[in-house]
T-cell receptor
Framework: GAVVSQHPSRVICKSGTSVKIECRSLDFQATTMFWYRQFPKQSLMLMATSNEGSKATYEQGVEKDKFLINHASLTLSTLTVTSAHPEDSSFYIC??????????????FGEGSRLTVL | GQNIDQPTEMTATEGAIVQINCTYQTSGFNGLFWYQQHAGEAPTFLSY????GLEEKGRFSSFLSRSKGYSYLLLKELQMKDSASYLCAVRDQAGTALIFGKGTTLSVSS
């Protein structure tokens, strides 16, 4: 079946540094990918929609200059948390729709990336 | 606005049946999804409803009533491994992201 791969699964960084998270669709092309954020015991909150070849669309309240999204190819989207601070510590999950096959409109999730900012 | 409501917590015993309800108010409707999520892991797909009625898939079933903005996930023959968070999510337009409820934490005891 379709697989979305996310890397790294865990990252610990110092405050003020930048961290890049990659999201790849392994056996299908994804013109659109979605980035979610999840705090402990909370649900998934949509951060932004990543569009191949164009600028990402950010949800209200999400700083586009802090969370840089690049969707350089049909199989890769990256999220860069710039100048990370402890409050950015969270579980970041990417997802993608496969255009055909399987359940109509099923959203496939990456494994998630646990970011801890010290 | 968009709103999805589901109970915060539920408890049940092994072998029992549990029903997790979800109500939604969204600007549009293009499908309702249920996901299971274990702590520290990504959600895994359980079911999808776009038409009214019941979808059965092994021990899990999901029901949808679009006129009532209501869905439920039914879990039968509960097992300890079913202890997890269950997320109800709605897509309001084709091709857009899912909007998630806050999740229901289910605890199954022996």
């Amino acid at each position: 079946g379709a697989v979305v791969s996310q890397h790294p699964s865990r990252v610990i960084c110092k405050s003020g540094t930048s961290v890049k998270i990659e999201c790849r669709s392994l056996d299908f092309q994804a013109t659109t990918m979605f980035w979610y954020r999840q705090f402990p015991k909370q649900s998934l909150m949509l951060m932004a929609t990543s569009n191949e070849g164009s600028k990402a669309t950010y949800e209200q309240g999400v700083e586009k200059d802090k969370f840089l999204i690049n969707h350089a190819s049909l199989t890769l989207s990256t999220l860069t948390v710039t100048s990370a601070h402890p409050e950015d510590s969270s579980f970041y999950i990417c997802s993608a729709n496969r255009a055909s096959g399987g359940v109509a409109g099923e959203l496939f999730f990456g494994e998630g990336s646990r970011l801890t900012v010290l | 606005g968009q709103n999805i409501d589901q109970p915060t917590e539920m408890t049940a015993t092994e072998g029992a049946i549990v029903q997790i309800n979800c109500t939604y108010q969204t600007s549009g409707f293009n499908g309702l999804f249920w996901y299971q999520q274990h702590a520290g892991e990504a959600p895994t797909f359980l079911s999808y409803n776009v038409l009214d009625g019941l979808e059965e898939k092994g021990r899990f079933s999901s029901f949808l009533s679009r006129s009532k903005g209501y869905s439920y996930l039914l879990l039968k023959e509960l097992q300890m491994k079913d202890s997890a968070s269950y997320l109800c999510a709605v897509r309001d337009q084709a091709g857009t992201a899912l909007i998630f409820g806050k999740g229901t934490t289910l605890s199954v005891s022996s």
